[in-house]
């Protein structure tokens, strides 16, 4: 079993940066491809971005592709989002996940079995 906790959101200002990080507690985070989704107020969870198993592999939304940047630290267990240039629509709940089947990285929400609480992240205009 797995356990992610999420820290890092708040709130910042339009343009600037925040640095979500997951810690996952359990014994098989680095085999495995983990991932950031986000849900709005009455939207859907959406796809941010992925990393694989080693690090080396990314995949990202179009929305967040030369702002976000996605990262892990096997040693730590700990995967890392770090974003930049933010604008008001990422304004969001912020869930990290973690895959049990695959070490690539995946935009498919049924690929993720486990989950963090989610943490709340807010730019102003």
């Known amino acids: 079993q797995v356990q992610l906790v999420e820290s890092g959101g708040g709130l910042v200002q339009a343009g600037g940066s925040l640095r979500l990080a997951c810690a996952a507690f359990g014994n098989s985070f680095s085999s495995y491809s983990a991932g950031w989704f986000r849900q709005a107020p009455g939207e859907e969870r959406a796809f941010v971005a992925s990393?694989?198993?080693?690090?080396?592999?990314?995949r990202y939304a179009e929305f967040v592709k030369g702002r976000f940047t996605i990262s892990r630290d096997n040693a730590k267990n700990t995967v890392y989002l770090q974003m930049n240039s933010l604008k008001p629509e990422d304004t969001a709940l912020y869930y990290c996940?973690?895959?049990?089947?695959?070490?690539?990285?995946?935009?498919?929400?049924?690929?993720?079995?486990?989950w963090g609480q989610g943490i709340q992240v807010t730019v102003s205009s």
């Open positions: 990393i694989g198993w080693s690090g080396s592999d990314t």
């Open positions: 996940a973690q895959s049990a089947i695959t070490g690539v990285p995946t935009e498919a929400r049924s690929w993720y079995h486990y």
